[in-house]
C-alpha cells in the first residue's frame, strides 16, 4: 500500500515563504510523476506544479517564478519551495504521486495572511 505524508504548511505574512514536504512510502516499483496540487474554498482543485520522468516539471501559470518544485528520488520525496507567497495561494496543498495508479496525500493547509 502506497502512503503519501505532507509536512510544512501553517501560517505565513504576504510576501513571507513556505516549504513543503512530501515522503512517498510503501511497495514502489517507479514513481513516473510527483507533484503538488491545491484547493481553495468554493473552488476546484488545481494543478501547482509536477515534476515527471525526466525530470521534466510543469507550474501553473499563477505560480511561475516563485514556486519551485523539487524532489530527491532516493528518499521517494518531493517538495515544494514557495516564495513571495500571496493571500491568493491560501489552500490546502495535497501531494501526489503517479505510480502504477495515482495517489493523494491527505493535505496540508497553507495560509497567507495579508
Known amino acids: 500500500q502506497v502512503q503519501l505524508v505532507e509536512s510544512g504548511g501553517g501560517l505565513v505574512q504576504a510576501g513571507g515563504s513556505q516549504r513543503l514536504s512530501c515522503a512517498v512510502s510503501?511497495?514502489?516499483?517507479?514513481?513516473?510523476?510527483m507533484g503538488w496540487y491545491r484547493q481553495a474554498p468554493g473552488k476546484q482543485r488545481e494543478l501547482v506544479a509536477i515534476?515527471?520522468?525526466?525530470?521534466?516539471?510543469n507550474y501553473a501559470d499563477s505560480v511561475k517564478g516563485r514556486f519551485t518544485i523539487s524532489r530527491n528520488n532516493a528518499k521517494n520525496m518531493v517538495y515544494l519551495q514557495m516564495n513571495s507567497l500571496k493571500p491568493e495561494d491560501t489552500a490546502v496543498y495535497y501531494c501526489?504521486?503517479?505510480?502504477?495508479?495515482?495517489?493523494w496525500g491527505q493535505g496540508t493547509q497553507v495560509t497567507v495572511s495579508s
Open positions: 501526489y504521486a503517479r505510480i502504477l495508479q495515482s495517489y
Open positions: 510503501g511497495t514502489i516499483f517507479s514513481i513516473n510523476a
Open positions: 515534476s515527471t520522468t525526466g525530470d521534466n516539471t
